[in-house]
């Protein structure tokens, strides 16, 4: 996430955590809130996780289904192979 999109949503749950109503929208319906607070749209494919905690703070996760580039380009090369002495894996490969 780059850092501008993190601290517009930061920001947006900092106001949520002082404004009830806001973050009753948020539970609600948080893709519409975001559009309506910030602008931003957030993509179809992605889901959002959202927990209203006890004190009054909220939390927003963003999961889609992709798996980030630096997570790809470790596992690109499959699992290590422990007949030629690549260590645990459990014998298996991608």
């Not at 780059?2 to 947006?12: C, G, K, N, P, V």
């Not at 999961?63 to 192979?81: A, F, I, K, M, R």
Request: glycine share 12%; net charge negative.
């Amino acid at each position: 996430m780059s850092d501008d999109l993190q601290s517009t949503i930061s920001a947006l749950m900092k106001r949520a955590s002082a404004d009830a109503d806001l973050r009753a929208r948020l539970v609600a319906d948080p893709n519409a809130t975001i559009l309506a607070e910030t602008g931003l749209e957030v993509p179809e494919d992605w889901n959002i996780t959202v927990i209203d905690n006890a004190n009054g703070t909220v939390n927003l996760g963003f999961v889609n289904d992709e798996l980030p580039l630096d997570y790809l380009e470790l596992v690109s090369g499959g699992l290590p192979d422990p007949a030629a002495g690549g260590g645990g894996g459990g014998g298996r490969s991608c």
